[in-house]
């Protein structure tokens, strides 16, 4: 009848119209596998980047040296994160490179977005570096390691010990006494709970007396 061929009609009309809308969505541009890293989106022109450098393993520290593509960013943050074996990254960290505002990052809440911040902000450098890597120990991040225990103490004392202050001789802790201090505190030293001997006292004082005048003193036995 015409009301059943206008009714099939209409049905194909309709599926055809979703066959088509499902085309579209299917052949629409997909996130690349490889994403361009985003501190390379400053650049204006679409020319191809030219990678010439590659991202380390933050924990060359401990011995890791996996590199990676730039455009494998993603992964480079997902493998040092592994690094923290279930701890988790530490909730602030700072930049091995630079002292910029930025450098230092901070989110008690979310470490994780802490890290990969972090990890945005030191891409930047290894392009700019060549893929060296930075400098500076993270501080935050060995005491978070250390903590953790997921550092060797001798690799943490090492990589704390760093200092940028200028060599300088002679240099001693403070509280530092000579063996000639230490000898002289120790023979002005009283036990703290020695009683005071006044007779003591009273010979001494006569003895400096004595040493002054050249006779010792004696009270008269007959007083006028």
Same mark, same amino acid.
């Given at each position: 009848?015409?009301?059943?061929?206008?009714?099939?009609?209409?049905?194909?009309?309709?599926?055809?119209?979703?066959?088509?809308?499902?085309?579209?969505?299917?052949?629409?541009?997909?996130?690349?596998?490889?994403?361009?890293?985003?501190?390379?989106?400053?650049?204006?022109?679409?020319?191809?980047?030219?990678?010439?450098?590659?991202?380390?393993?933050?924990?060359?520290?401990?011995?890791?040296?996996?590199?990676?593509?730039?455009?494998?960013?993603?992964?480079?943050?997902?493998?040092?994160?592994?690094?923290?074996?279930?701890?988790?990254?530490?909730?602030?960290?700072?930049?091995?490179?630079?002292?910029?505002?930025?450098?230092?990052?901070?989110?008690?809440?979310?470490?994780? $977005?802490?890290?990969?911040?972090?990890?945005?902000?030191?891409? $930047?450098?290894?392009?700019?570096?060549?893929?060296?890597?930075?400098?500076?120990?993270?501080?935050?991040?060995?005491?978070?390691?250390?903590?953790?225990?997921?550092?060797?103490?001798?690799?943490?004392?090492?990589?704390?010990?760093?200092?940028?202050?200028?060599?300088?001789?002679?240099?001693?802790?403070?509280?530092?006494?000579?063996?000639?201090?230490?000898?002289?505190?120790? $023979?002005?030293?009283?036990?703290?709970?020695?009683?005071?001997?006044?007779?003591?006292?009273?010979?001494?004082?006569?003895?400096?007396?004595?040493?002054?005048?050249?006779?010792?003193?004696?009270?008269?036995?007959?007083?006028?």
């Amino acid at each position: 009848s015409a009301i059943s061929s206008s009714s099939r009609h209409s049905d194909s009309d309709s599926a055809s119209r979703r066959s088509s809308n499902s085309t579209v969505l299917s052949t629409a541009p997909s996130i690349p596998p490889f994403p361009t890293p985003p501190w390379h989106f400053y650049l204006s022109n679409m020319a191809p980047i030219d990678y010439d450098y590659e991202l380390p393993c933050e924990f060359g520290m401990l011995g890791c040296g996996v590199k990676f593509h730039p455009e494998g960013y993603l992964d480079w943050v997902a493998h040092s994160i592994s690094h923290f074996l279930g701890h988790g990254p530490p909730s602030n960290s700072v930049c091995t490179f630079c002292d910029e505002p930025n450098a230092y990052v901070r989110d008690p809440q979310d470490p994780v $977005r802490t890290w990969r911040a972090r990890m945005m902000h030191i891409g $930047r450098h290894h392009q700019e570096t060549g893929g060296r890597m930075g400098h500076r120990p993270d501080f935050f991040l060995l005491e978070h390691l250390n903590r953790c225990r997921l550092i060797e103490d001798d690799d943490f004392e090492r990589n704390m010990s760093y200092t940028e202050r200028p060599p300088c001789e002679n240099l001693v802790d403070r509280g530092f006494q000579t063996p000639e201090m230490k000898d002289r505190e120790r $023979r002005n030293a009283k036990p703290v709970n020695e009683p005071h001997d006044l007779r003591k006292e009273g010979r001494q004082r006569q003895g400096k007396e004595k040493g002054r005048s050249g006779k010792t003193y004696k009270p008269s036995e007959h007083p006028k």
